[in-house]
Nanobody, 118 residues
Framework: QVQLVESGGGSARTGNSHIISCVGS??????MGWYRQTPGKERELVAM???????IYGDSVKGRFFISRANGKDTIYLQMTQLRADDTATYYC??????????????WGQGIRVTVTS
């Protein structure tokens, strides 16, 4: 059974940094990453990373968010820096077996809430 377990949700201040993580199990994931969603909006790409460490980022987070993947493990981290109020969202871990740029992957986590306040 495939599982994506997210952790690290919570509150952060504008301008500060925050890290969230996702642990995958039950399959071999070619790509893993994050999408986010706010009420009334479509889910948007945040960042994805392949097993070979190729990365792609959504335009709104380029240069501020950084995704990494643990060696030999289906565990990813998203370091969020220079946080802004509009980074407030529910963040969903996503994973799949198709290579980049064929995303999103087939599997989704439950989502965790990140709230950025001033």
């Amino acid at each position: 059974q495939v599982q994506l377990v997210e952790s690290g949700g919570g509150s952060a201040r504008t301008g500060n940094s925050h890290i969230i993580s996702c642990v995958g199990s039950g399959a071999i994931f070619q790509v893993m990453g994050w999408y986010r969603q706010t009420p009334g909006k479509e889910r948007e790409l945040v960042a994805m990373i392949s097993r070979s460490r190729t990365t792609i980022y959504g335009d709104s987070v380029k240069g501020r968010f950084f995704i990494s993947r643990a060696n030999g493990k289906d565990t990813i981290y998203l370091q969020m820096t220079q946080l802004r109020a509009d980074d407030t969202a529910t963040y969903y871990c996503n994973a799949g077996w198709r290579p980049l740029p064929d995303i999103p992957g087939e599997y989704w986590g439950q989502g965790i809430r990140v709230t950025v306040t001033s």
